[in-house]
Each structure stands twice: as structure tokens, then as C-alpha cells.
């Protein structure tokens, strides 16, 4: 089979108005600014509006990288979103938003892979558009991770944010586009990092909501060791298959969930931080948004041009992790 050389032909992002800075985190749990800067790089993160939900973030950044990718939305084939924070269970939230857009000929799923989802969308993406079976597909990381957080555990509340940010993936020249993937995961970890309540095992009762099952539970020690392993690791090896070497990297985008973390992985490539996309001082953790909104940046940024050598790592619950080289 002849294989078509995929890439990503146009980005968006969207961030909701709603700021929370450290100083406000001050007023809610026992913790300060100086520890969360020290601690996790993190300023600032961005809240969904009470009526907005996962779909309507997805939506705006949708239309940004539909637009910069000079498509019709006729043209999409193929939406996928990634998302541990859906509107609902079902329909899904690529369905939904298939409905807001219009995208009236795209076929539409959900799929989790909590912060590592926008990787694993883009390589399912890819593979198909390769393969001959779509031309454009929408691929998405959105969350408002707002609403699973407890804002009285300062563990996690510091953390996280909420955000979109889109892509839109088709046909590109030879020579461009993705070189590999590198796709884990290690389900003995899930308990790590995990929502237990709503699900079929343990259903919204009275007791799951008072008991606090619907929020974030995390090890952040024990998720911050594999992260630091996993971050380096992953991004070595999508490079081995890519048949490139560290040196090549002209950026990294990686996983915004802890700048200590972002450097381990910078000191394992030998990349000075320029060579590094970080914005997670705006936005915190946004899960399955952090990459795709980073990059999203770094092309509005101009950190971006034809022929660079990008690389996309990522982790998160699961556990989960990816890795992706990409010739822009
Ligand atoms: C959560 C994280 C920032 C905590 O940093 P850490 O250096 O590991 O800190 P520890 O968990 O060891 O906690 C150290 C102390 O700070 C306290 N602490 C935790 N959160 C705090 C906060 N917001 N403000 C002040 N103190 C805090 C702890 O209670 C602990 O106190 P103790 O020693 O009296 O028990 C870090 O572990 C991390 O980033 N983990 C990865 C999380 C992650 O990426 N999750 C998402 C994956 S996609």
C-alpha cells in the first residue's frame, strides 16, 4: 500500500476569559504563590464560564484551525476528540460538536487517553488520512477540568485548567509531516491518577458525591517519578524511529503539567530551553488541551517554520504516555 506523507495543515486554541491566579488559590486552601511557582512553574489557569461545557471550548478552537487550514468544514472528514472531561457520557463530544459546526459529512468519536489524548488522536488521525480512508480530520484536545477538581484539595486544585486547542490533519508534501509515534501505557498505574465515581463501578449515589469519588485523586509524588522517567523515554524513542537524533530537535512541545518535569526531560535531550514550547504559567495542566494549545502558541508566535523538527511528548493517567516527531 502506498502511504501519503501526513501532517498538520492548520492549528486553533481557545482559552476561557475566566482567570484564576495563584493569589486567589491563596484565599480558597492552605498554599501560596511562591510554592506553586517554586513547585510547578504554574501562574495562572483559565476557568469554563458556568453555561460553557467541553464542546463549546472545542467549538472556538475548531473554527480557528479550520480557517487556518483553508478547508471548508464540508471538507472534514473525520472529527476526534480528546477528552477526560466530555459534556456527557454519551453522545460524545466529537458528536456534539459535529452538530455546533455543521460538519455534516465527518464521522465523530471521543477517545481517552487523559493527558496523552491529543497524541493518540493524532495518531489515529494520521493513520487513517495515510491510508488512503480520509482526507481531513479535525483532531481536538479539550477539557474543563474545573469541573472534576475539588477546590478544597490543595494536592490538585493548584493544578489544573481549562482550555481547546484543534488541529486539523491532511495530505502533505513528501518529506514532511509525521515521522513516528510512540504510543504506552501501564494500566497498573491507573490508580495513581484517576475520577473513581459516575462510572458503571461506582455510580453517582449520594454517598459518591459526598465521599468526594467524582473529583481528581492523585499521587502527585508517584505520578511526578514516572512522569520524569516516562518524559525523556518516549520522546527517545520516537526519534529512534523517526531515524533522528536529538540534535535535530528544533522544538519540543511538550505535556504542560510541571515545569520541574518539562527540564528533566529538557536535561535527558540536551535541549536548551529555547528549544522548548512552555506556557503552563497561563494555563496550568489542561490535560488533552496542554499540547495542542502550546502549540497552537508557538505557531501564532512565529516559534514555528516549514522544515523544522518538532517533537510532541506527553503522559498522564492511565497511566498513559506518547511521543511524536513531526517535519513541519
Ligand atoms: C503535585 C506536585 C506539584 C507536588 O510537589 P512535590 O514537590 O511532589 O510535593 P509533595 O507532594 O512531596 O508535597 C510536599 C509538601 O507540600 C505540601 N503541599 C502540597 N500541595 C501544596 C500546596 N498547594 N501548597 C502548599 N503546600 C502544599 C504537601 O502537603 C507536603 O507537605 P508535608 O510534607 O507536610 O506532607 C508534584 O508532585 C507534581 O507535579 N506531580 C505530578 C502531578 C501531575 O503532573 N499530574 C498530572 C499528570 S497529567
Not at 460553557?52 to 467549538?59: F, G, I, M
Not at 488541529?167 to 509525521?178: A, I, T, W
Not at 490508580?191 to 473529583?215: F, T
Request: hydrophobic share 45%; proline share 3%.
Amino acid at each position: 500500500m502506498n502511504l501519503h506523507p501526513v501532517g498538520i495543515i492548520g492549528t486553533g486554541k481557545y482559552v476561557p476569559d475566566r482567570i484564576l491566579s495563584n493569589q486567589e488559590l491563596e484565599q480558597m486552601v492552605e498554599t501560596n504563590d511562591e510554592w506553586i511557582v517554586t513547585r510547578t512553574g504554574i501562574r495562572e489557569r483559565r476557568m469554563a464560564a458556568p453555561e460553557q461545557a467541553t464542546s463549546d471550548l472545542a467549538y472556538q478552537a475548531s473554527l480557528k484551525a479550520i480557517e487556518a487550514a483553508g478547508i471548508t468544514i464540508e471538507d472534514i472528514d473525520l472529527i476526534i476528540v480528546s477528552t477526560i472531561t466530555p459534556d456527557m457520557f454519551f453522545p460524545s463530544t466529537a458528536c456534539l460538536l459535529q452538530e455546533k459546526l455543521g460538519a455534516k459529512k465527518a464521522a465523530a468519536f471521543d477517545l481517552s487517553a487523559a493527558c496523552s489524548g491529543f497524541i493518540y488522536g493524532l495518531a489515529t488521525a494520521s493513520n487513517m488520512i495515510a491510508t488512503g480512508m480520509y482526507k481531513h480530520v479535525l483532531v481536538v484536545g479539550a477539557e474543563t477540568l474545573s469541573r472534576i477538581t475539588d477546590y478544597t484539595d490543595r494536592n490538585t486544585c493548584i493544578l489544573f485548567g481549562d482550555g481547546a486547542g484543534a488541529v486539523v490533519l491532511g495530505q502533505v508534501p513528501e518529506g514532511r509531516g509525521f515521522k513516528s509515534f510512540e504510543l504506552g501505557a501501564d494500566g497498573g498505574g491507573g490508580e495513581l491518577l484517576k475520577v473513581s465515581g459516575g462510572g458503571s463501578r461506582l455510580p453517582a449515589s449520594a454517598d459518591s458525591v459526598s465521599s468526594k469519588q467524582h473529583y481528581i485523586h492523585m499521587a502527585g509524588n508517584d505520578v511526578f517519578k514516572f512522569a520524569v522517567r516516562i518524559m525523556g523515554g518516549a520522546a527517545d524513542e520516537a526519534l529512534r524511529k523517526a531515524g533522528m537524533s536529538k540534535e535535530d530537535i528544533d522544538l519540543l512541545v511538550p505535556h504542560q503539567a510541571n515545569v520541574r518535569i518539562i527540564q528533566s526531560a529538557l536535561n535527558r535531550l540536551d535541549l536548551p530551553e529555547e528549544k522548548c514550547m512552555i506556557n503552563l504559567d497561563k494555563y496550568g495542566n489542561m490535560s488533552a488541551a496542554s499540547i495542542p494549545v502550546a502549540l497552537a502558541e508557538a505557531f501564532e508566535q512565529g516559534r514555528i517554520n516549514e522544515g523544522d523538527c518538532l517533537v510532541f511528548v506527553g503522559f498522564g493517567g492511565g497511566l498513559t504516555w506518547g511521543a511524536s516527531v513531526l517535519i513541519w
